[in-house]
């Protein structure tokens, strides 16, 4: 068992038997993050993996699930970083998951270019200056907004991260989908797969994920939409399979 903090706690991992270790003073993983996990290509077998933004370690362990390849996380906020490097030890996944403090600025200096064959990030959703208005602590709004970092500088770090026919993987709202495309565009990511999530049915798209392949082919595929929750308020089948859904 690992050492929780003041206002610390361990948390299932949505329908997996991993846990996160979160904290009521910084921003938790969401749904999103489950999403994206599960969205996205992966080998499974072997390959190396590697997470933007990781927070404290959602995708990571989700992506454990689905692969036995190499997976990385990187993450510039210390207690953050901090959180994901515990809950590794809590799962046991240390031999396949490595988590480096730093800001991913820098992460084709530190590991290369071209050296991944899956790169995903769930990336801070609004603008820098969305972030003046709102009374919420300084981790939260680097953890939402665009303070470190923006959407173009994740999708070409991203670019340069990836090998040729690599996945890269995001999730972002609906809003910033065509300057998504367009940035992915501009650095040889060709979209090939998109699917937009409903909170339920009849309610517009609150997000979107896509993967786009490094110099790949072009043809977008739009898959069918998900809708996170059904006329009952619990999670639909698409969201989580399992027959004990809450």
Known sequence: MVELKPNERIDELFNTPLKVIQSKDYFAFS???VLLANFVYVPIQRGKLIDLCTGNGAI???????????????????????????GNRLNGL????????DDIKN???????????????????????????????????IARHEIHITLEDVITISSSLVKQNGKVALVHRPERLVEMITL??????????????????????????????????????????????????????????SHERV
């Open 31 to 33: 749904l999103d993050a």
């Open 60 to 86: 990571p362990f989700i992506l454990s699930t689905r692969t036995k390849g190499e997976i990385t996380g990187i993450e510039i906020q210390q207690e953050i970083y901090d959180l994901a490097e515990r």
């Open 94 to 101: 240390d031999r396949q998951i490595n988590f480096i403090r």
């Open 107 to 141: 992460a084709t200096h530190r590991f290369g270019h071209h050296q991944y064959d899956v790169v995903t990030c769930n990336p801070p959703y609004f603008k820098k200056e969305q972030a003046r208005d709102q009374n919420i602590n300084e981790h939260v709004a």
């Open 184 to 241: 992915m565009k501009k650095v040889d990511l060709e979209p090939k797969r998109c699917q937009f999530v409903h909170p339920k049915q009849g309610k517009p798209a609150n997000m979107v994920l896509i993967e786009a392949a490094y110099k790949g082919k072009p043809g977008l595929k739009v898959l069918p939409p998900i809708h996170v929750y059904d006329e009952k308020g619990h999670y639909t089948k698409e969201v989580c399979p």
